[in-house]
């Protein structure tokens, strides 16, 4: 059973058990240790709020309110200006891209993982099909109304407009390598079975312009510097507190994950 102490102030068990089911973990133990941690800190800012003068006239009733008093009070951050929200998006011009995306088919030769039986055969149809494409590549919608497992099917195998992380990983290395209006050469392999990959159409992403994104940017470096702010200013209460009873220097807030 923990025994913790804030300057005097005691969090009692029922406190920490009822605060854990806040604090999902790997183990039930991690869990009541992160959940203490917000309590413990929680309380500090609760009393910060009283050495500060803030009561309930200038607040609602609540602890949450206060807390936000005190925090809205001690933690003051610069705004980003323009020459800083500029450097940071020169900085990170990849970020700031319209996806890239394409239009692609495919016929699904399906086999599970653990049938070597059925992989090889997939794969030998899916090279056959493959074959038969490079000669005929207008049958490709005709193939995969007939061969495909997969519901595209009756779309002729189109799987419509996909941008990156829409579809499984081992077809997107694939997919977005082909050039337009080309076919796979080989058959690619998913946990599902084997592939015949066509792209149709490529739809290369554009740089967006600075001022598209200034307010964007500006927001995340505002929220990030306030974040860094607050962790310091609980570090600044954690070390010149009296606590027993649980670890708190070097984490981060769980108030502001």
């Not at 008093?69 to 319209?98: K, W």
């Not at 996806?99 to 993982?113: G, K, M, Q, S, V």
């Not at 702010?229 to 570090?235: F, G």
Request: glycine share 6%.
């Amino acid at each position: 059973m923990m025994q913790i102490t804030v300057n005097g102030s005691v969090i009692t068990e029922p406190e920490i058990a009822f605060e854990t089911q806040y604090h999902p973990a790997g183990s039930l133990e991690e869990a009541r240790q992160s959940a203490a941690r917000a309590l413990v800190i929680r309380e500090l800012l609760i009393q910060q709020a009283g050495r500060l003068g803030v009561t309930s006239e200038d607040v609602d009733d609540s602890d949450e309110s206060r807390i936000t008093a005190v925090i809205d009070r001690e933690v003051n951050v610069p705004q980003a200006d323009e020459a800083t929200c500029r450097r940071y998006y020169e900085a990170h011009l990849q970020r700031f891209r319209s996806p890239d995306l394409i239009e692609a088919r495919h016929i699904l030769f399906p086999a599970r993982r653990e049938d070597a039986s059925a992989i090889a055969n997939a794969r030998a149809r899916a090279v056959n099909a493959i074959e038969l494409l490079q000669q005929r590549p207008d049958r490709f919608a005709e193939l995969a109304r007939e061969l495909s497992a997969c519901p595209s099917a009756k779309q002729g195998g189109n799987l419509g407009q996909l941008s990156r992380g829409s579809t499984v990983p081992e077809l997107e290395t694939f997919l977005f390598q082909l050039e337009e209006d080309r076919l796979c050469p080989v058959p690619v392999p998913s946990r599902y079975g084997f592939h015949v990959l066509r792209v149709d159409r490529r739809i290369d992403g554009k740089q967006l312009p600075f001022e598209a994104v200034q307010h964007k940017i500006r927001e995340y470096l505002e929220e990030y510097v306030w974040r860094q702010a607050v962790r310091q200013y609980i570090q600044l209460l954690v070390g010149t507190a009296d606590i027993a009873g649980v670890e708190l220097r070097g984490s981060s807030s769980p108030l502001i994950q």
